[in-house]
């Protein structure tokens, strides 16, 4: 079963940097888009930032020129590099695959845990 484990988040002033990862299996890694979704209280999950197999990467207005998403295929892990926080941001952070699929061991679309955000004025 396929299982989304994402860490790194925390509490992080206003200007501060944070690094996400976000281990996988190499099930889905080596076949699938991956990518950053985040869900602020009240807000639909938005996507910010993809990665296919081969590198290239996309990114949502809100975040281009401050996040940088990347991938270790050797680790099998996606991170994401956030610099320049802002209120904003705060919002727990998930990763996935791009579009949003079934996995293998899973009948519905699953997500895993996330991590939390929390930006500081």
């Avoid at 320049?84 to 679309?109: E, I, R």
Wanted: proline share 2%.
């Amino acid at each position: 079963q396929v299982q989304l484990v994402e860490s790194g988040g925390g509490l992080v002033q206003a200007g501060g940097s944070l690094r996400l990862s976000c281990a996988t299996s190499g099930s889905i890694f080596s076949i699938k888009t991956m990518g950053w979704y985040r869900q602020a209280p009240g807000e639909q999950r938005e996507l910010i930032a993809t990665i296919t197999r081969g590198g290239s990467t996309n990114y949502a207005d809100s975040v281009k020129g401050r996040f940088t998403i990347s991938r270790d295929n050797a680790k099998i892990t996606v991170y994401l590099q956030m610099n320049s926080l802002k209120l904003d941001d705060a919002a727990v952070y998930y990763c996935n695959t791009v579009p949003v699929s079934v996995l293998p061991g899973h009948s519905t679309h699953y997500w895993g845990q996330g991590t939390q955000v929390t930006v500081s004025s």
